[in-house]
C-alpha cells in the first residue's frame, strides 16, 4: 500500500512545487483577510483553517493561471477568494449534516455551536466578495457570483433529493454539478481569465475543473462506504445514516429486488436503522456492483478532465494538472 501512495503524494506535491511562491502568497492573505475585531470570527475561521485539506481548488486557480502565461499576481487574491467560498461552504455543510468531525478534528460547530458556526461562513463569503470587488474585473466577478449561488442551489437540491429513493442518476448528478463541481470549474476559470486568454481556453479551463469535480466528488461518495474513511477523519456510512441518496445507493436501490427496495425505503427515507442495517447496505452495493460502478464513472470524468487538457501547449504545469486527476481517484485505493 505504501508503494501506491507515493504517486499519489508526488502528484499533489508536483503541483504545490510549481505554484509555491503563489501558494505562500494564498496562504497569508487568508490569515489577513480572516481578521476581524470580533475575536470569535478569526478564532473560529482559523480552527478550520488549521484543520489542514489540500488547498485543491485554489491550487487550481494558481495552476490554471500559470498554464495559461499570466505574470501579475491577481491570481492570489482570487485563490483565497476561491478558498473562502469553500471554507464558507464547510461551516454551512456541517451545520446542515450536524457533523461532529472535520478532517479528524471537531467540527467548528461541534466546539461553537450552529449559529457562530453559520454567521462565521457569512462573513467569510462576504469577505470573498470583497476580494472579488478588489479585483475589479466584471467577467471574474460573475464568475465566482455565479458559483456561489450555484453551490447554493446545489446544497438545497441535495436537501430536497436527500431521503428519496425516487433520486435517479440524472438528478443526482445535478446535485454535484452544484455543490462541489461548480466550484472546482469557477476556480479554473477565473485562472485563465486573469491570463486574458481566448475564450476557448477559458471554456477548456471551465470544462476541466468541471470533470474533475465530479469525478472528486464520485469518489467521495464512494469513500463514504469504505473503511478508509476511518484514516480520513471520518466515519463510514455517515451519508447512510442521514439518508443521503448518492450513487452507490441509487444504482443498488435501481437493481434490487422489491423486498431490497424496502429495505433501503425504510433505511432511508423513514431513517429507521439499526446496527446490522449499515453492513448489510454495504453488501447489497457489492452485490450489484454500485461501488465499483461509482469509481467507473469516476474514471470517466477523470478522463473528460485530462482530454480538456489537450487544448494547451504541454508544460510541467499540465503535466502536473494532468497528473491531479489520477490523485483524485486514487484517493479510494
Known amino acids: 500500500m ?54 485543491l481548488r485554489p491550487l487550481l486557480t494558481l495552476s490554471a493561471a500559470k498554464l495559461c502565461g499570466y505574470r501579475g499576481d491577481r491570481h492570489v487574491k482570487l485563490a483565497t477568494c476561491v478558498e473562502f467560498i469553500h471554507t464558507a461552504t464547510l461551516l454551512h455543510d456541517d451545520v446542515v449534516d450536524e457533523s461532529e468531525l472535520r478532517r479528524g478534528r471537531q467540527s467548528a460547530n461541534a466546539v461553537w455551536g450552529n449559529q457562530a458556526s453559520v454567521l462565521v461562513g457569512d462573513f467569510l463569503f462576504s469577505r470573498a466578495f470583497e476580494l472579488m470587488v478588489e479585483d475589479g474585473n466584471l467577467k471574474v466577478l460573475a464568475i465566482l457570483s455565479r458559483a456561489s449561488s450555484v453551490i447554493a442551489e446545489g446544497e ?73 474513511q476511518e484514516a480520513l477523519g471520518k466515519t ?15 444504482l443498488a436501490f435501481q437493481r434490487g429486488s422489491d423486498e431490497e427496495k424496502t429495505f433501503w425505503r425504510r433505511c432511508l427515507e423513514d431513517l429507521e436503522q439499526t446496527p446490522d442495517d449499515l453492513p448489510h447496505a454495504m453488501a447489497l452495493m457489492q452485490k450489484h456492483g454500485s461501488l465499483t460502478e461509482t469509481l467507473e464513472r469516476a474514471r470517466f470524468y477523470g478522463e473528460q478532465a485530462r482530454r480538456a487538457l489537450d487544448a494547451f501547449p504541454d508544460a510541467p504545469v499540465k503535466t502536473a494538472l494532468r497528473d491531479i486527476v489520477d490523485f483524485c481517484i486514487e484517493r479510494a485505493y
Open 156 to 228: 438545497v437540491a441535495q436537501l430536497i433529493t436527500t431521503n428519496d429513493t425516487d433520486t435517479d442518476e440524472a438528478a443526482y448528478l445535478e446535485v454535484i454539478k452544484g455543490k462541489t463541481a461548480e466550484l472546482f470549474a469557477a476556480a479554473c476559470e477565473v485562472g485563465a481569465v486573469v491570463a486574458g486568454r481566448p475564450e476557448a481556453e477559458e471554456r477548456a479551463m471551465r470544462d476541466y475543473g468541471m470533470a474533475l469535480g465530479i469525478a472528486f466528488q464520485l469518489v467521495d461518495d464512494y469513500l463514504d462506504y469504505s473503511a478508509k
Open 236 to 250: 463510514v456510512g455517515d451519508d447512510f445514516r442521514e439518508g443521503k441518496l448518492t450513487l452507490p445507493v441509487i
Open 2 to 55: 505504501e508503494e501506491n501512495q507515493k504517486p499519489k503524494a508526488a502528484a499533489l506535491d508536483a503541483l504545490v512545487a510549481l505554484v509555491d511562491s503563489d501558494m505562500q502568497g494564498v496562504n497569508r492573505t487568508i490569515v489577513e483577510r480572516m481578521q476581524s475585531p470580533v475575536a470569535l470570527i478569526p478564532q473560529l475561521a482559523g480552527h478550520i483553517v488549521a484543520a489542514g485539506g489540500k488547498r
